[in-house]
């Protein structure tokens, strides 16, 4: 397979504060047909791994369309948020937000998880740090980026240590977000919406110390469904239950469990995607593995949406449609050390309709550099038992030691794809580098230069 390299093509900001060591040196864009763009942390950021967490979200801002990126270096840490789309132009220059909340510095757990929202309460383009200590979020939106709103959840529960957001505006809310400690650490899923958060009926089968909540995702199944997965990663089984939950007229919650899947593997259900991988109208969802607390592997499970079980219980498993491993590519090396799986992040990256896969695996060796880190992009396609054989793979082309690429991933919504499809960017921290990299094209399928005249998505020189 080949591997699309990309090198550093860095925007003009903030340059200044970069950390010595920190700067990719290579800054030749020849051997790049991905135009990437790195964003380097705002100036004076204090903390270093920026990009722990990433996350893309869009909605409208004065009547106009408009993408955004949020990062942050995790736990305690400010985020920023970068404009990718301010309407059809790719704008990524300096961000356009930062902090955490008003207080400085930030609350004791703040941004363990960032959550991008199109809309939350009648509010737009907002963004939701979570205070795991606090059992709280805070949101900020555009509309009035001066104002933070402070949700309280459950304290004691970790309410927060995971979230995601819905995609477009839905009935459902804003977002769902996991509370692992609650219940004796069984764990316990919220439904973001106009009142205080509200738990899910997710308990089906969950033990005290599983857990669940430490990964969460969620889909739109229609306009009054969407498709949840929870995963409960510790514990000797790991768990990940999926769940349909439809709105009545009065906004009332009727959550089905669909499906448990189990697994004995080590920080199985610590990464979750759902999207529409086979274009069949059903939503299906992927399992990804995270370092975890046991032997690991490096394999993402796929389930889906045209054989997930009828409502009802655990029982009656939801049988996997395929497994992705990891490709083989130019120069990168994945093994079940390469934590390939660790991070999942759903869009349509080449505008053909179906949903892609976004797969980091932060561990990978890349030209013989341990942890450099790479991203696949797998095509979604109508057979998705064949789902694991299109992808391509995003490694720098001068890797770094620990740069841990693809640590978290996301995608954005980007230009106007020659099929009148919004394309979606993809996007990957490399905290080792203290980056955030958007891969205006990654090189796969339709998402490639010559097929993308006039966009960001540059040629690649001979
Ligand atoms: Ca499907
Ligand atoms: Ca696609």
New binding site residues.
């Given amino acids: 397979m080949h591997r699309t390299l990309f090198a550093s093509s860095l925007v003009a900001i903030a340059l200044g504060a970069v950390a010595p060591g920190c700067v990719p040196t290579d800054f030749d864009d020849r051997r790049s047909e991905a135009s990437t763009r790195a964003l380097p942390p705002p100036a004076n950021y204090q903390n270093v791994r920026f990009g722990i967490n990433v996350v893309g979200y869009s909605g409208t801002v004065a009547g106009q369309f408009a993408s955004r990126i949020a990062a942050n270096a995790g736990r305690d840490t400010a985020f920023a948020v970068y404009p990718l789309m301010v309407g059809e132009e790719v704008r990524l220059d300096t961000p356009t937000i930062t902090g955490c909340a008003l207080e400085t510095p930030c609350e004791p757990g703040s941004g363990l998880s960032l959550v991008g929202m199109p809309t939350f309460r009648g509010r737009s383009m907002c963004i939701a740090s979570a205070s795991v200590e606090g059992g709280q979020i805070k949101v900020n939106c555009e509309d009035d980026a001066t104002r933070f709103e402070t949700i309280a959840g459950p304290s004691g529960e970790r309410f927060g240590s995971a979230g995601a957001g819905l995609r477009r505006p839905h009935a459902f809310g804003s977002a769902i977000y996991g509370a692992p400690g609650a219940l004796g650490a069984a764990g316990a899923v919220y439904r973001l919406a106009d009142g205080p958060p509200s738990p899910l009926d997710l308990s089906m089968g969950m033990g005290v110390g599983r857990e669940l909540g430490r990964a969460v995702a969620i889909g739109i199944v229609d306009s009054s469904t969407v498709l949840v997965a929870a995963g409960a990663p510790r514990g000797t089984d790991r768990r990940v239950i999926a769940a349909t939950v439809t709105i009545d007229a009065g906004g009332a919650a009727t959550t089905s469990v669909r499906g448990c899947m189990d697994a004995t593997t080590g920080g199985f259900g610590e990464a979750l995607a759902i999207g529409?991988?086979?274009?069949?109208?059903?939503?299906?969802v992927a399992v990804g593995s995270g370092v975890g607390d046991g032997a690991r592997e490096s394999v993402v499970r796929i389930f889906?949406?045209?054989s997930m079980p009828a409502p009802g219980s655990c029982a009656g498993a939801w049988p996997e449609a395929t497994r992705l491993t990891c490709p083989s590519a130019e120069g990168v090396v994945c093994d079940d050390t390469s934590d390939f799986g660790a991070a999942l992040a759903v869009g349509d990256v080449d505008g053909d309709g179906l949903d892609d896969l976004v797969v980091g695996a932060p561990n990978a060796r890349v030209d013989d550099v341990g942890g450099a880190g790479a991203v696949f992009v797998f095509r979604g396609t109508s057979a998705i038992t064949t789902f694991n054989t299109g992808a391509v793979a995003l490694a720098h082309s001068s890797p770094t030691t620990n740069a841990n690429l693809g640590q978290a991933v996301t995608t954005a919504p980007g230009p106007m794809g020659t099929g009148g499809r919004r394309r979606d960017e993809v996007v990957a921290g490399a905290p080792g580098v203290n980056r955030v990299y958007v891969f205006l094209c990654t090189g796969l399928g339709a998402d490639r230069a010559s097929d993308l005249p006039g966009t960001q998505c540059q040629a690649m020189e001979p």
């Fill in positions: 529409d991988f086979d274009g069949d109208g059903t939503q299906d889906a949406g045209s």
